[in-house]
């Protein structure tokens, strides 16, 4: 069994935690205001515009033995660039003025998450900020497009709405495969249990934004 699968294991309980947060729970049968997917679409933005220089970060500070993986990173930059404003197109196809929404604030949870990637980028070994890319990658790929469905189906809004959620679903699945050969190269047991602490953490982190928008 490759390291991919001893991480969806390992994570399971966590991921499960996740997954019972009343906003998502909501949302996938059908039970989710306006306001709430404009909320969700806010805290979306305020931390998929930090993938970008987090992503640089982690490659700057890989060591040389590991430049396969950085080399990896660069894929990852090139495909993330510029998410932030889908986000921001989708706020304002639900009526919403997208500049207001880039000059908003954060909410605390997800200041909270994005203040933990750069710390695990910036302290000790960077390799553990794909703890986060597990959460964010896994969690999308299984949600995004039940959610973009439901959310559609209850609120009649156009597609222009969902570009976020829906180049994040199902459609994505090569970018998880893509994910998966490369934990199955990480073969140091410490870099491997490191991965596991953070993605735990992060799928603390990143489920508390769910339901800080359901209070």
């Known amino acids: 069994m490759g390291f991919y699968q001893t991480l969806y294991d390992a994570t399971e309980q966590q991921r499960q935690t996740l997954l019972s947060a009343p906003l998502i729970a909501k949302t996938l049968r059908g039970d989710i205001s306006q306001a709430e997917y404009v909320a969700f679409l806010h805290e979306a933005y305020h931390h998929v515009k930090h993938t970008t220089p987090l992503l640089m970060g982690l490659g700057s500070r890989l060591p040389e033995e590991k430049e396969w993986l950085r080399n990896a990173v660069a894929e ?12 921001l197109n989708d706020i304002a196809a639900c009526g919403v003025d997208k500049e207001a929404a880039r000059q908003s604030q954060a909410a605390y949870a997800t200041e909270l998450m994005v203040a933990y990637a750069y710390d695990t980028i910036q ?3 960077p390799i553990g900020f794909f703890g986060m890319v597990l959460v964010l990658e896994g969690t999308s790929v299984t949600t995004a497009d039940p959610a ?18 829906r180049s994040h679903g199902s459609l994505d699945q090569e970018h998880v495969k893509f994910f998966e050969k490369l934990m199955d190269k990480i073969d140091d047991p410490q870099e491997q249990q490191l991965i596991i602490h953070k993605a735990r953490r992060f799928y603390h982190l990143y489920g508390e934004i769910f339901r800080s928008i359901t209070l």
Do not use: K, M
């Open 148 to 165: 973009a469905n439901a959310i559609q189906a209850t609120l009649g809004l156009p597609n222009t709405a969902f570009s976020y959620l």
């Open 76 to 87: 990852y930059i090139e495909e993330e660039v510029g998410h932030q404003e889908w986000i």
């Open 123 to 125: 302290r000790g070994n």
